[in-house]
């Protein structure tokens, strides 16, 4: 965590009850109607249009003060799109995830075309700060033409069965859109994705740390750090 401070003015509740509503509604697969009840059973209450107010307020926040990752050469990313339907119209989230399942960056978009892919792969190196060793996707060609307009030197896997890490990063938020009964608008989604992905990358465990007791340790450490933001 960071040590920039975020203002609860004008907020009656403290800081740390925000911060464990807020938690609790992007860790788990929880409603906002969900996360008032169990409010409500340990004596706080707090109503679920609050609770809304508040993740959408201090959740982008929160994610922000979250450690990222720092990038490597050697990395490798897992590319792959979703398709998310929005009051009748189709949207494409496209996401980059590393070779520990880390959502790097995701980004929604109303096209599946190489002009999308090069816009994601753009982003990505402007905020990793540096290429990865190699690229996997499933056999969409924009991801090819994206990146030998991008990265040309990079090298590129294309097949479906070694895309599997990125497949199932949709799946966490293909269960929350069932919870929410659909996004209700483009920019609802993407508010939600900036703390939702942040919160889940702090439970990331490193492929080379996962046995039990690292696993446990880790989790407690990620525990600790998402419910209490400065």
Request: proline content about 3%; overall charge positive.
């Amino acid at each position: 965590m960071t040590s920039s401070p975020i203002s609860y003015k004008r907020h009656h509740f403290p800081p740390q009850i925000i911060a464990h509503v807020v938690w609790l509604y992007h860790r788990f697969s929880l409603s906002l109607r969900e996360v008032e009840e169990m409010l409500l059973e340990r004596g706080i209450d707090v109503s679920y249009e609050t609770v809304r107010r508040w993740c959408n307020k201090f959740g982008s926040a929160y994610s922000r003060q979250l450690r990222r990752k720092k990038a490597s050469a050697t990395d490798v990313w897992h590319l792959d799109e979703m398709v998310i339907v929005i009051r009748g119209q189709r949207y494409y989230l496209w996401r980059a995830v590393d070779h520990d399942g880390y959502i790097l960056d995701e980004i929604l978009q109303k096209r599946c075309n190489t002009k999308a892919a090069k816009r994601l792969l753009t982003r990505l190196l402007k905020r990793q700060g540096v290429a990865p060793k190699r690229m996997i996707t499933d056999k969409l060609g924009s991801y090819g033409a994206a990146k030998r307009k991008v990265m040309p030197d990079v090298e590129h896997w294309s097949h479906k069965g070694l895309n599997n890490r990125a497949e199932n990063s949709h799946l966490p938020l293909r269960k929350r859109e069932r919870t929410m009964q659909k996004f209700k608008s483009a920019g609802q989604l993407q508010r939600f994705l900036t703390g939702f992905s942040g919160m889940r990358n702090l439970y990331v465990v490193p492929r080379e740390q996962r046995c039990a007791n690292n696993i446990r340790k880790h989790r407690l450490n990620s525990f600790a750090s998402g419910s209490r933001p400065q």
